[in-house]
């Protein structure tokens, strides 16, 4: 079954100089494809938006400042199971608790510099899509 996920590499992640290492991850599953791609800064009403379900949480406001610390790569990828696929690439949210082999598990040690952003869901991705990329959906 064909899907369109949203995915972001966070701030930590492009400051690092990993985002050729990730897409080409990502680019490398069989049949999967980049349907848009775009390096930008993220502003607070798109954040709010995005991560509208964590507001209230401790970790909230923190992930905010992270996620406006510098540009994201936004990026829709389309293909076969890419909404579960995705979130299997990166691993668990915890990058300590994430196998070796993962992008989270290879790369990351924090809980919020996680690396990555993946739809979590099919409803989850039609909603992101449209925050992210309204005209292509
Ligand atoms: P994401 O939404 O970014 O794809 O990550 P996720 O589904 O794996 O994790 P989620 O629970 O949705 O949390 C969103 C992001 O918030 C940061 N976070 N920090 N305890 C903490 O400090 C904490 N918990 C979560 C991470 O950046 C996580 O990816
Ligand atoms: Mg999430």
């Known amino acids: 079954m064909s899907q369109r996920t949203l995915v972001l590499l966070k701030p930590d992640a492009v400051r690092r100089g990993l985002i050729g290492e990730i897409i080409g991850r990502i680019e490398r599953k069989a049949g999967w494809t980049l349907a848009a791609l775009e390096l930008r800064e993220l502003d607070q009403e798109t954040l709010e938006q995005h991560y509208g379900e964590h507001k209230g949480k401790p970790f909230y406001e923190p992930l905010m400042g992270f996620m406006s610390s510098g ?67």
């Not at 990058?95 to 510099?113: C, H, L, W, Y």
Request: hydrophobic share 45%; aromatic share 4%; no cysteine.
């Open 71 to 137: 540009p994201v790569v936004a990026l829709v990828v389309e293909g076969e199971r890419v909404i579960e696929g995705v979130r299997q690439l990166a691993g668990p949210t915890d990058p300590i608790a994430a196998a070796p082999g993962s992008i989270r598990g290879d790369f990351g040690t924090i809980v919020r510099e996680n690396l990555i952003h993946a739809s979590d869901s099919e409803e989850s991705a039609l909603r992101e899509l449209k925050i992210f990329f309204p005209g292509l959906v």
